[in-house]
């Protein structure tokens, strides 16, 4: 608003600027749909070093992750799925709740460990085929709250 050039610019500004952005793609608001979380950092990331800082853009995806906590998903079964937490090594293998099975019916809630597809303990029919938009197959994420206890991504 006030015409600041880049480096005019405090670093808590920058970094906010993009966790807003991020909340304001993956949210629907009245002048647009909620986009996936993938699509979200896809965009952040074309808007490095133009709109957004390079560097904590980076920084930001990197630290969520492809599939934060939150992401619905559907995988390569048809399975869809909300993502728990990531883990440090395997960051595109998260920890997911199974909402609904390949048909997509609901199912009893399950969850799985994706990075046991790495070692063959779990059917590669389990890897992520892409994230979808918060109320995709009638899940909505407010009706999926997790409590966690400690750091999840302490033992990855």
């Known amino acids: 608003p006030r015409g600041l050039k880049e480096g005019e610019i405090s670093e808590f500004a920058r970094i906010i600027g993009i966790v807003d952005a991020y909340d304001a793609i993956t949210s629907d608001r009245c002048y ?7 699509d979200a950092q896809k965009e952040i990331y074309q808007n490095r070093g133009k709109q957004f800082d390079e560097e904590y853009a980076l920084a930001f995806m990197q630290a969520i992750g ?3 906590p939150g992401t619905i998903v559907e995988l390569r079964n048809g ?3 909300i993502v728990l937490a990531g ?10 709740i199974v909402l609904r099975d390949g048909d997509k019916q609901v199912v009893d809630e399950k969850t799985a460990d994706l990075y046991l597809t790495d070692s063959g303990e779990l059917d590669k029919g389990y890897l992520i085929r892409r994230s979808l938009p918060d109320g995709s197959f009638d899940i909505k994420l407010e009706d999926h709250k997790v409590q966690l206890r400690g750091d999840p991504l302490a033992s990855a």
């Open 32 to 38: 647009s749909k909620a986009v996936s979380p993938v």
């Open 66 to 68: 492809h599939y934060p």
């Open 79 to 81: 399975m869809v799925c």
């Open 87 to 96: 883990r440090r090594k395997f960051r595109h293998l998260p920890t997911i």
